[in-house]
């Protein structure tokens, strides 16, 4: 069974930061050729990519978001990162992790309050 745990969300004055944490159970064999994600959720609106990263490393961000996130992997840990710096009330969201290869796995979510 494969599971996507994140971890790390929370409540943040505007400039702090947080680090989201996604660790992945039952796609560990292969993890390494799994593209992953970081999506968002804000109430009423859709589901965005926040970051993404490759089987390669391959990076790619929101515009809104480049040079405040940065996302990584440890495919020796089987888990995926989310480094964000300078946050700002439009970050709140329900942060998902996403797992990509062949098929796409989801995680429960994370929720993450930009607010003073």
């Known amino acids: 069974q494969v599971q996507l745990v994140e971890s790390g969300g929370g409540l943040v004055q505007p400039g702090g930061s947080l680090r989201l944490s996604c660790a992945a159970s039952?796609?560990?064999?292969?993890?390494?050729?799994?593209?992953l994600g970081w999506y968002r959720q804000a109430p009423g609106k859709q589901r965005e990519l926040a970051a993404r990263i490759t089987s390669s490393s391959i990076t790619n961000y929101l515009d809104s978001v480049k040079g405040r996130f940065t996302i990584s992997r440890d495919n020796a840990k089987n888990t995926v990162y989310l480094q964000m710096n300078s946050l700002r009330p439009e970050d709140t969201a329900v942060y998902y992790c996403n797992a990509e290869y062949g098929r796409t796995y989801w995680g429960q979510g994370t929720q993450v309050t930009v607010s003073s």
């Open positions: 039952g796609i560990t064999l292969n993890f390494v050729k799994y593209a």
